[in-house]
């Protein structure tokens, strides 16, 4: 069963609270790296009890590999170009994920299609620089979201955290915060708007997870409180 197969109609607690510990975060990334750096200084700063003992990247010259390891972080690399295809590369990216015992998938900037086994469902998320469904889907990343924006002259934007499942930008919203786009914005300064609220949006929805403060209904997250995210 994929994530996307689940029916819609049920109630799914998908996240086993995790108060005694801290979460352990595998991030996976394909470029930069600074949503992992993100993190690693929500964590320093007190602000996310978590841990980060996998960082998996799919590019194997990306900035990222060498903040992670800067950082003292475990860091693989693996290609979807050196696997068959996609569920070979997602077996091997999910295998190791199992063997560092990893309670949450965070991708962050990770361009690779994924294939999320039955032990991984709901336990894969994403975040995405537009608000879904707005400039989404395959093709639709990085600048490519914020100048498709630009072009269509949106006066809102902003990011969205949603479960991911076999399909580009497909899964069940988290949460999403927004930006005002201002008269004369670009593509680069659009970017840097809407990271400062990922910055914030991205830990938040770790913790509601970890939490497990989150109920599914009708593919509409919903805090325990029973107020939509």
């Known amino acids: 069963m994929t994530p996307s197969a689940v029916d819609s109609t ?19 990334i394909s470029g930069g790296g600074t949503t992992l750096l993100n993190f690693l200084d929500q964590i320093r700063r007190g602000h996310l009890a978590a841990e980060v003992p996998l960082v998996i990247a799919s590019q194997k010259n990306c900035n990222g590999i060498a903040r992670a390891r800067d950082a003292g972080l475990e860091c693989i690399v693996l290609r979807p170009r050196d696997y068959a295809n996609v569920q070979d590369f997602s077996q091997a990216v999910f295998h190791e994920l199992r063997n560092a015992r990893i309670d949450l998938v965070t ?11 039955d032990d991984f469902l709901w336990r894969v998320i994403n975040i995405h620089p537009s608000l879904i469904p707005a400039f989404c889907g395959h093709g639709f990343y990085g ?14 934007s902003g ?32 970017s840097a708007l809407v990271f400062e609220q990922e910055k914030t949006a991205y830990p938040e929805a ?13 593919r509409r997250t ?3 409180d029973g107020r939509p995210t």
Do not use: W
């Open 10 to 28: 049920c109630n799914l607690l998908p996240f086993s609270p995790i108060t005694n510990r801290p979460i352990r975060l595998g991030v996976l």
């Open 107 to 117: 991708l962050a900037g990770f361009l690779s299609l994924l294939h999320v086994p």
């Open 143 to 156: 600048d490519h979201v914020h100048e498709a924006a630009i072009q269509r002259g949106v006066k809102i």
């Open 159 to 190: 990011c969205t955290v949603h479960f991911a499942d076999n399909e580009y930008d497909h899964g069940a919203i988290i949460l999403q915060q927004t930006v005002h786009v201002p008269d004369g914005c670009t593509a680069d300064s659009l």
């Open 206 to 218: 770790v913790r509601q997870l970890a939490a497990g403060r989150l109920t599914i209904q009708n």
């Open 222 to 224: 919903v805090l325990m």
